[in-house]
């Protein structure tokens, strides 16, 4: 149920695998409509908002947070996916939830989390996004988690090890027969690439940990770069940045409505079971832009990500996450009682709850914990 009319491929709520616990239809929402909002009143969703994209919260007020960067994420793919005719709704849902189950920190956080639970089954955070609203988010009466749709919870799962895969049933099974998810699922999944690639270039050129002349070595900011300072040639600095990015982003959006609009043509598929079985992605770039995006992410992950102040704040970072760790795992009774009480007596279960707890927190609070916690040690 979208504003635009749905094609023959798009995800069909009157033809979805539904809810794991059925429920009755709203009276003016679609299903999935329904599930974006579940997702919008959650409390993880709320935590977004003080959790790392890149700059860790206190680094300033204006760079990205998850929960920004998860609405230009959803605004990136429900332009594209109005215009290839697939649900909006659930494209929005998807994107929305699909940065839930993040650790305070970023990938500083997730990497120490991960190794602090090697011997517990790891920690994947898409996994966790899944978990986060299957499980862990606890405020229906009549079930635990969000109940969303089938095809929200494919879209959330994004990647996932076979032997995750395996423990998931229905919704695993795709890992394991190497089948695609649907279209609105493929198309958050590039969204989310298309919106960190261009506003960590805004983020990383507004920190001075980036350069204009070293971003000039990369195709698809050099060419908006010509074109902007071609038309607009005495653009104050910062406004010549958000130009060129707004040209970036609409350069690949365009190129992936078209490229991909090429790809469903070919394909030709019928219904949203065609897609899985499409044996590869309908939803991409052009061989050109996919490369010049490719190359952007391979420049930001070498000049921004692993900087060296970044990598100061990681480190920081990886040791509160382990020593939260430690002391959880050491006294469950320092988390609060509802997670006290959900460790079972093997080490296995009090280390999964341990790491919803920690997963859970913003950046702010494991800090606020953390010193709490090792000042009272
Ligand atoms: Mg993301």
């Known amino acids: 149920m979208s504003g635009a009319a749905l094609a023959a491929y798009a995800a069909d709520e009157s033809m979805s695998r539904g809810r794991r616990r059925?429920?009755?239809a709203a009276a003016y929402r679609g299903e999935y409509q329904?599930?974006?909002d579940r997702i919008i009143h959650s409390a993880a969703f709320r935590r977004l908002m003080y959790k790392t994209q890149v700059f860790v919260n206190h680094e300033g007020d204006m760079y990205r947070t998850r929960l920004t960067h998860s609405l230009e994420v959803a605004q990136i793919a429900r332009t594209a996916a109005r215009a290839l005719g697939l649900d909006e709704h659930l494209t929005e849902a998807i994107c929305l939830a699909h940065d839930l189950g993040h650790t305070p920190f970023g990938h500083a956080g997730q990497d120490a989390l991960n190794a602090c639970m090697r011997d517990?089954?790891?920690f994947e955070h898409n996994l966790q996004s899944l978990r986060v609203v299957?499980?862990?988010e606890n405020r229906y009466a009549e079930f635990r988690g969000l109940n969303l749709m089938f095809e929200t919870r494919e879209g959330i799962l994004k990647h996932c090890s076979l032997r995750n895969a395996r423990e998931l049933g229905a919704l695993g099974e795709r890992f394991m027969e190497r089948r695609q998810p649907g279209l609105e699922a493929q198309l958050a999944d590039l969204a989310d690439a298309i919106a960190y690639n261009n506003h960590d270039v805004d983020d990383g050129l507004r920190s001075g940990l980036l350069e204009v002349d070293q971003l000039r070595e990369q195709a698809l900011f050099d060419t908006q770069y010509l074109a902007v300072v071609g038309r607009y040639p005495e653009l104050e600095p910062r406004k010549r940045v958000f130009e060129i990015v707004r040209r970036m982003i609409d350069t690949v959006v365009s190129d992936l409505i078209v490229q991909t609009r090429s790809?469903?043509?070919?394909?030709?598929?019928?219904?949203?079971e065609e897609v899985r079985l499409a044996g590869r992605p309908l939803v991409g770039f052009s061989t050109e832009i996919a490369g010049q995006h490719r190359a952007l992410k391979r420049f930001?992950?070498?000049h921004l990500y692993l900087h060296e102040n970044k990598l100061a704040t990681s480190l920081k970072a990886r040791t509160i996450v382990e020593e939260l760790f430690g002391l959880f795992m050491e006294d469950v009774t320092r988390m609060p009682g509802d997670f006290a009480a959900a460790c079972g007596d093997d080490p296995g279960s009090r280390a999964r709850t341990v790491a919803d707890y920690i997963a859970g927190m913003t950046d702010r609070f494991a800090m606020a914990e953390h010193e709490r916690l090792t000042a009272a040690a």
């Open 134 to 136: 299957d499980e862990l």
């Open 34 to 36: 329904r599930d974006r």
């Open 300 to 302: 930001l992950n070498r």
């Open 22 to 24: 059925p429920e009755p």
């Open 120 to 122: 517990y089954g790891g």
């Open 263 to 272: 790809n469903i043509e070919r394909h030709d598929p019928r219904s949203i």
